[in-house]
């Protein structure tokens, strides 16, 4: 076969190149991020033909990365705990802004993943075992979950240290708390951003004057 040939073969009966083979752990990511989603609303439940249509892909395709399904929502069960967005996120906040915008900016960011947090602690996901979890099936450290996020929601308090009633660390542990507190599941009235930051910021007694839900 000469060259001419070998080169069509390999573009195929389209005319066009084919796409260049995705890395195996960047393909990885991709399903996992594809899939976390649909495991967030059917929990376990979940099947792999419907996240390889939201991954774009064959469902053959998930099987060359995971062995099987279980390890598929295991990796999604590790995304959905781990911090590294929400860090990043919580991070690219713009400090110039008031304190109370950065705090709304903030309840999203955290919102979501303490949400995903809270999904694998009541047990939705408790097919989605970490793989070092051994025959326990143990669930992730929450508290790990949690410390990158509020280092970094500290830093946004930073700024206004001078006014602070008390130190910047010490006030993202009590955010933190409330924001977990105020949108658990279950929760028969969840406070709402405005809600939450406004209470945070001026406490539960209105100042005299001030109108109803106001400062």
């Known amino acids: 076969m000469d060259e001419n040939s070998n080169k069509a073969e390999k573009q195929g009966s389209s005319g066009r190149k084919r796409a260049p083979a995705m890395e195996a752990g960047r393909r990885r ?37 995971f062995s099987d ?15 590294d967005d929400t860090v990043a996120h919580l991070e690219a906040i713009a400090l110039e802004q008031p304190l109370e915008e950065r705090l709304h900016q903030a309840c999203e960011v955290l919102r979501g993943h303490m949400n995903r947090i809270a999904l694998a602690a009541v047990g939705k996901l408790d097919r989605m075992r970490r793989p070092e979890a051994g025959a326990k099936g143990e669930m992730p450290d929450r508290e790990a979950g949690l410390a990158g996020p509020r280092a970094a929601l500290a830093a946004l308090f930073e700024p206004d240290r001078d006014a602070l009633r008390q130190p910047p660390e010490r006030l993202a542990a009590v955010f933190q708390m409330m924001l977990l507190a105020s949108g658990r599941p279950g929760t028969a009235e969840p406070l709402d951003n405005d809600e939450l930051v406004g209470l945070f910021l001026h406490g539960a007694v209105r100042a005299p004057g001030a109108p109803e839900g106001g400062a």
Do not use: H, N, W
């Not at 991020?33 to 998930?62: H, N």
């Not at 399904?69 to 781990?82: E, Q």
């Open 69 to 83: 399904k279980d390890a598929l929502l295991a990796a999604c069960m590790d995304a959905a705990v781990r911090p």
């Open 29 to 65: 990511e991709m399903i996992v991020s594809a899939a976390l989603p649909l495991v967030v609303e059917y929990g376990a439940a979940v099947t792999t033909a419907q996240i390889a249509r939201a991954a774009g892909i064959g469902e053959g395709t998930i099987f060359r990365v």
